[in-house]
């Protein structure tokens, strides 16, 4: 390799001396030219150029006698190595981010930990947000559970002791934005006594005030009986109160449009729980059981070429 | 084992060969139109081929041949039923049937009549509020008499026709009451959601008006005056032209001479009337009911008469006594509105221009004073349902003025200044109160559920969580609405 070939993240060997076996690891101590950050292959290499220059100048000056004795040691310095140990591991950035956590693993084992299942909820990234973050090595999903595994287990360390450089490192690895962190916002009755709620199914949405009363139920002006036909629907409507034997302590009042009869009473479904759960809130695991607690997100599925409808097949016919 | 092909064989192949090739380059050979299996003169042959018709040019291919399917289809066998199809009218009756009687439903042990003496005062009447109450045999006929059944109002499901006593049927008894203490008319529009109960309401109505001697005078079913069913014609000298419908007022007369007869029996004929037929001056007017209805021809003029005998004032002391009438009505919409008659000019013919229509709107509006008193009443359907706008506005204006002064956020309904009203309409519902149904009160509803119960209906037990349900479920205890929540049948 000729020296203008060198990549410029390849350092003298005088440097790479200080690198400490592989087995006395404890700590990261492979010192970086760059803090570590997304880099692409060519320049996985540090260039040692200015630090050779220097040398050849200081050589001029030294004595002739200390040449022979110091020519091989120049020869380990000049010599190019790679920045990182890991850089014949094919994944040296993957490599060294594990060996970086497991060492904080190791540093840190002995601190106390919180409680099982009261971790803070932390969405770390996937292995393609990682990859894109890393230079794209091509790390296999098993391989990068180790990582996520070192993480889960450093981010049980007590939040009043967690040591800083394990904060910088678990921060590395979380997603942008932390999805667990999204409250829903506590909704709370009007001064009138009213809770609101909404819920949706198929295309249709629905909007529900539900006020402490006798089981009056009025729905775009118009009562349950004239609103739906179907027993069913109207069964559907007023599922959660019926549930909650809850259906002569609350009126409702509720808008819906969109789709279709049995769309309309389901969206309903939603939206009167919702209120009521302001109300009650302890209803909550009753309704989710009775399943009006969470949206059907399916929809009507699109047609497709060659198909009658989203599924159906065109008849056989022989020729 | 097939013989071989041998040296003989081939032989044999070869001369025929030779052969033929020797027979069509020899002169011998016969000529082409004399080619047969059988050998005929040449004088014969050629008259078959001049008179023989020209050979049909050969099909090309891929031309379509006519009448074959291309595509396979297997014929399905027909279905022949060997049923005897319905007689004419038998469709209809069935349809039509009622049935006032279940004998699989069980019997309501302590179930009580509706009575006459229940009428005399009102406090009893008050008592009944709330209650299920049987109705009684003769009533019974008396109502069918009069077509208040219909046949999909649950009768059929119980041991015996019961009705619940509502709030508003205990309000109706004590107008009524009042109707004849004060000898005015109790006018009244029934209005209230589908299945609510209005023509409930009205053989209630009609069932008390039995029971205290008043004469009803029905129309079961407006609609059978206004779609052209029945026979019309003007009568002599109206202008504008009123028209009779003769085959109608004759089964009207049938109607009220059997559904009154134990009433008009009592009853004579006690003043001169220009009748086409001489009739005995002391008939009694069920018997001159009769005599009207048999013959059409003669039944406008003795509807006329009967309604100048019934609405003579009565009479102090042992005088002439007349009775309270009841004119019901059901499914007025059908006649507020131009019927399906047509005139000379093949105008559609108004509805209120309709003897009997016109009769009944008269007494509606109260132009037409009833001196015994009685009471009107006139019922919306909702399941056979017209679009009449002028009623619908005139509807929510009369409930708008009869609910006294309007709330700040409150408007007076108003007709749209684009439309024109029909005057007809508006006049007839001039001066008429609503009485709008609604769902029945919880306690109405227990009442009604535990008499289901006690049929052998409802299998479950009438807790307040289980009236409260279908209650709700029923639209707010629309009556027809929670029979079908309980009672009927799931689909």
Redesign the interface.
């Known amino acids: 390799m000729k020296r203008s070939q060198v990549p410029s993240t390849w350092v003298s060997v005088d440097q790479a001396v200080k690198w400490p076996a592989r087995t006395q690891c404890f700590a990261p101590t492979v010192k970086r030219s760059n803090p570590i950050k997304p880099r692409l292959f060519p320049q996985n290499f540090t260039s040692a150029a200015s630090q050779r220059q220097q040398l050849f100048e200081s050589e001029s000056s030294r004595s002739r006698s200390d040449f022979r004795n110091e020519r091989s040691s120049l020869l380990n310095r000049v010599r190019i190595v790679p920045a990182s140990p890991s850089y014949f591991t094919a994944k040296p950035t993957f490599t060294d981010s594990l060996l970086e956590l497991q060492a904080l693993l190791r540093k840190y084992q002995t601190l106390p930990l919180t409680p099982p299942g009261t971790a803070p909820q932390v969405a770390w990234k996937t292995l393609a947000q990682w990859q894109a973050a890393n230079g794209d090595e091509p790390v296999k999903p098993s391989k990068y559970g180790r990582i996520l595994s070192a993480l889960y287990r450093l981010n049980q360390i007590h939040p009043q002791l967690m040591p800083e450089e394990v904060q910088i490192a678990l921060d590395k690895n979380k997603k942008d934005f932390n999805p667990y962190e999204i409250k829903t916002k506590p909704s709370f009755l009007d001064r009138f006594g009213r809770a609101y709620g909404v819920g949706r199914r198929k295309t249709s949405s629905a909007r529900a005030w539900v006020v402490e009363g006798?089981?009056?139920?009025l729905i775009n002006g118009k009562?349950?009986?004239?609103?739906f036909g179907?027993?069913h629907d109207?069964?559907s409507a007023?599922w959660p109160?019926?549930v909650t034997?809850r259906?002569?302590k609350y009126n409702v009042w509720a808008l819906v449009e969109g789709g279709g009869v049995t769309g309309q009473a389901e969206a309903l479904t939603l939206a009167i729980s919702q209120a009521l759960i302001v109300h009650e809130p302890l209803l909550k695991s009753a309704l989710r059981q009775a399943g009006c607690v969470t949206r059907d997100r399916r929809r009507v599925e699109r047609k497709k070429p060659g198909h009658v409808k989203a599924r159906k097949m065109p008849a056989w016919?022989?020729r | 084992m097939p013989p071989l092909p041998g040296p003989r064989w081939a032989l044999r192949t070869s001369l025929d060969a030779f052969h033929s090739q020797w027979l069509l380059n020899s002169s011998l050979a016969v000529p082409a139109a004399q080619k047969s299996a059988f050998s005929t003169t040449s004088l014969l042959s050629a008259r078959a081929a001049a008179t023989a018709p020209p050979p049909k040019p050969r099909r090309q291919e891929n031309t379509p041949v006519k009448g074959v399917r291309k595509t396979y289809s297997v014929k399905k066998a027909r279905k022949v039923s060997t049923a005897k199809p319905p007689g004419p009218g038998e469709r209809k009756a069935m349809r039509k049937r009622i049935i006032l009687s279940n004998t699989n439903a069980l019997e309501v042990q302590g179930l009580k009549k509706l009575e006459k003496e229940m009428f005399a005062g009102g406090k009893e009447l008050k008592e009944l509020s709330g209650k299920m109450m049987g109705l009684e045999d003769n009533t019974i006929d008396q109502l069918k008499a009069v077509q208040a059944f219909q046949p999909r109002q649950g009768w059929k499901m119980f041991r015996w026709p019961s009705v619940l006593m509502r709030k508003e049927a205990v309000d109706v008894g004590h107008a009524l009451q009042n109707a004849e203490n004060n000898k005015t008319s109790f006018r009244r529009v029934l209005v209230g959601d589908k299945h609510s109960g209005k023509s409930v309401l009205m053989l209630q109505a009609q069932a008390m008006a039995f029971l205290k001697g008043w004469v009803v005078i029905p129309i079961p079913d407006a609609q059978e005056l206004t779609v052209a069913h029945t026979a019309y014609a003007p009568l002599p000298e109206s202008d504008p032209p009123i028209y009779v419908q003769k085959n109608y007022t004759a089964e009207l007369l049938t109607k009220i001479s059997n559904a009154n007869q134990a009433i008009l029996s009592t009853m004579v004929l006690s003043q001169q009337h220009k009748l086409p037929i001489p009739v005995q001056n002391n008939i009694s007017l069920d018997r001159f009911a009769s005599l009207g209805a048999r013959d059409p021809e003669l039944a406008y003029p003795f509807f006329i008469a009967l309604w100048k005998e019934l609405t003579m004032p009565s009479q102090e002391g042992d005088g002439m006594q007349r009775r309270p009438v009841m004119l019901a009505l059901d499914n007025l919409q059908h006649v507020m509105r131009p019927s399906e008659y047509l005139d000379p000019d093949l105008n559609k013919i108004h509805a209120h221009d309709l003897a009997l229509v016109k009769h009944f709107m008269d007494h509606l509006c109260g132009s037409k004073p009833l001196p015994n008193g009685g009471a009107v009443l006139a019922a919306l359907s909702e399941s056979n349902r017209l679009k009449t706008k002028e009623l619908d506005y005139l509807i929510k204006r009369n409930e708008a003025l009869a609910a006294g002064p309007l709330m700040p956020e409150q408007t007076m309904p108003l007709w749209s200044p684009f439309a024109k009203m029909d005057e007809k309409i508006e006049a007839s519902m001039a001066d008429v109160e609503i009485l709008r149904l609604k769902g029945l009160s919880r306690e109405e509803a227990r009442s009604i559920m535990e008499y289901w119960a006690l049929s052998g209906l409802l299998r479950q037990k009438v807790t307040e969580a289980f009236v409260g349900e279908k209650w709700t479920l029923a639209g707010g205890g629309n009556l027809g609405e929670m029979e079908k929540a309980a009672v009927g049948m799931r689909v």
Request: charged share 45%.
């Open positions: 006798e089981g009056d139920v009562n349950l009986a004239g609103m179907r027993i109207r069964e007023v109160l019926k034997d259906m002569d016919v022989k």
